[in-house]
């Protein structure tokens, strides 16, 4: 993970619903959770939801499986890892 990789995700992951739906993707665990179980859970309207679902698939916070006519989305663990080793790499080096 480099900065600028960190910086983007840390961007999209700052607005208040895309947390809240990406938290609920790490919490449904690698099978996901379909668009409309997101949309129902956080009461977010299809098309508000799809606006951030693609912000957080474009930095690949997310992935997205079409399966039939349902939309699954999943949390990429790896990228989270990634990051979060990132964000604490030379924790408290030099510190007091």
Do not use: F
């Amino acid at each position: 993970m480099d900065i600028q990789n960190a910086a983007n995700c840390l961007a999209e992951l700052g607005h208040q619903k895309r947390l809240a739906i990406y938290r609920m993707l790490v919490k449904a665990g690698l099978q996901g959770l379909t668009v409309g179980e997101i949309a129902r859970t956080l009461e977010i309207a299809p098309t508000t939801l799809n606006h951030h679902l693609e912000h957080l698939h474009r930095v690949e916070l997310i992935q997205k499986e079409k399966e039939g006519r349902m939309v699954w989305c999943k949390a990429n663990y790896n990228l989270m890892d990634s990051l979060i080793e990132y964000l604490a790499d030379d924790c408290c080096v030099g510190g007091k």
